[in-house]
């Protein structure tokens, strides 16, 4: 049976050998020395050209762009090769001009910032007469008429090209909504200054002021100290004051273990590149407790984070428990890297510093009940019970309304907040009181040096303290009264005897001298 020949179907994505236009678009190909105009119809195999991302690129093109990434292979490794330009592609050629293509913004970003010369001087020998190179980021389905014009940019020059395909790639969503929540409690107009936590404070106000597109002053901020004692608030402070003011900039605020999290999830829905690139979209990136950031994978990946950041001028800001030099488990690079920036520590606050912060939460619990009756005697004990930092004060403070409140208590006293304190003040055991830690405690009170009540000065602003300390002398330690005046620079003890009788009376009239003495009484005890 004879068979039948039937005509093969011409493909419509192919020029026909038949087709008279087609010895015209070899012969422009010959012309330009191999580079294919964007836009023109494929050629069949025969005619030397094939599509390629629905771009047409011409074979001998393609064997230049082999021979480009062996340059590049051997040069950087084959590790590095798979990681920066494994996903590169080539999609148009002409007039001495090259575009190039990324999947991701972060390699776009990365590769113009590290590797763009390596890259032109490569094509400009294999090539020859490269003017210009674009690189973009490619969509799943780019149209032809976009390469053509990316094509025609690029005789403009590279970095122009560069500019306007990252700012077109820049995401419009704050970086804040992708990290941790911030607490809009905490403030810079809410942090409470003074002599321990000053420097940190103005580091992160200078942070905070930079203007958008001005020289980063301090890249990176280190903060370190014990918990509680206001990195979390100065981060928050940071990020809240940069939304108010220059609300185009975008934001990061995340703890390490969110970092971690979102490093996990990227790894199991295998989606590293989307991972760097929300990264790369960020100006300012403050991270938290940044101690937590363990195994060795994670830490590299923020290395490169940090890295990229940093070397774009972007801020970036880190919280932690210990100073750089003790994160033992990050390499010595990442520590140096840390520390050439500003590294400044929070230590616990003094008494005063207590009491300013003391006060400053009572202002805010007052605003929410005004009939809060708490006097400076309660707010002293407080401080001088509690030597943490601000979280353990508020606590301490909430405690102590809120104990009253319960039992209908009216004007909160030292007695009633000894009460609620009593399990969260400093343990005192079976230890003896000691004349030194009266000496110490009137001396802080009153604000008289020791040298001053051991003197023989006789001004009225030194002997009161000093017979308030001969006083609890004899009433708190099992001392003689020649012993106490030999300890209170060497006095007799009639001395001592006036200035407890002296005290003994006052108590009798004076209301005020009876709180100050209950309250250092407290204190002493409490160590």
Known sequence: MARMNHPRPKSRNRLQNDDPGNADVRS????????????????????????MNNVNVDDAVQEKWRKVQERLRAELGKDLFSSWFGRMELEDARDGSLVLSVPTKFLKSWIETHYRDLLLRICESEFGGVRALSLHVRSAARPRQEARRTMEGADTGASAGSAASAAAAAPAVHGVERGSPLDPALTFETFVTGPSNGLAHAAARRVADTPSGAPVSINPLFIHSSAGLGKTHLLNAIAWHIRKTMPQRRILYISAERFMYNFLAALKARDML????AFQSIDVLLIDDFQFLQGKTMQQEFCHTFNSLVDAKRQVVIAADVPPHQLDKIDERMRSRLVGGLVVDIEKPDQELRRAILRHK???????????????????????????????????????????????????????????????ARPTGNQPVRIDDILR???????????????????????LPRQIGMYLAKKLTP????????????RDHSTVLHAVRKIERELASNEKLKSEIDLLTRIIEQG
């Open 274 to 277: 989307a991972f760097k690139d």
């Open 441 to 463: 405690v009137v001396g802080r009170h009153y604000n008289v040096p020791k040298s001053d009540l051991l003197s023989p000065r006789r001004a009225r602003s030194i002997v």
């Open 28 to 51: 422009t190909f010959r012309r330009q020395g191999g580079f294919c105009l964007a836009g023109c119809g494929a050629v069949d195999r025969k005619g030397g050209t094939r599509t």
């Open 479 to 490: 001392r003689s009264l020649p012993e106490i005046g030999r300890r209170f620079g060497g």
């Open 362 to 424: 009572l202002e805010q619990a007052r605003r929410k009940d005004p009939t809060l009756e708490i006097g400076e005697e309660v707010l002293d004990y407080i401080a001088s019970a509690i030597t943490g930092g601000g979280r353990e004060l508020e606590g301490a403070l909430n405690r102590v309304i809120a104990h009253c409140q319960l039992m209908g208590a009216g004007r909160i006293g030292v007695d009633a907040a000894a009460r609620a304190l009593r399990d969260l």
